[in-house]
């Protein structure tokens, strides 16, 4: 089984930064990918960026590219999403997810793929 936990969230100020970090854990668990959602009060969870293992391939939301960077630690399973020029439509709750098994590139912006989910972390930002 594996574990998801991640680290990070809080309150800041519309253009301010914050990290958050996400470790996945599993005694045999090797992943494939990682990937960050988040989910407004009143909306539908929404892709934030994705990092493929083998080569650190990213992905992003439009809405975030430029401002948030996601990174890898392969000795630890961790990934850390670097996020910049805050907005308050940024406020939500962020959620990591951990996929072991292969699949094409550009489904790790599909949250359905993921086997593995974090408790997730909020992240307010005010205006």
């Known amino acids: 089984q594996v574990q998801v936990v991640e680290s990070g969230g809080g309150l800041v100020q519309a253009g301010g930064s914050l990290r958050l970090s996400c470790a996945a854990s599993g005694r045999t668990f090797s992943p494939y990918g990682m990937g960050w959602f988040r989910q407004a009060p009143g909306k539908e969870r929404e892709f934030v960026a994705s990092?493929?293992?083998?080569?650190?391939?990213?992905s992003y939301a439009d809405s975030v590219k430029g401002r948030f960077t996601l990174s890898k630690d392969n000795t630890k399973n961790t990934v850390v999403l670097q996020m910049i020029s805050l907005k308050p439509e940024d406020t939500a709750v962020y959620y990591c997810a951990a996929k072991g098994g292969a699949t094409d590139y550009w489904n790790l912006m599909l949250g359905y793929v993921y086997d593995s989910w974090g408790q997730g972390t909020q992240v307010t930002v005010s205006s």
């Open positions: 990092i493929r293992w083998s080569d650190g391939r990213t």
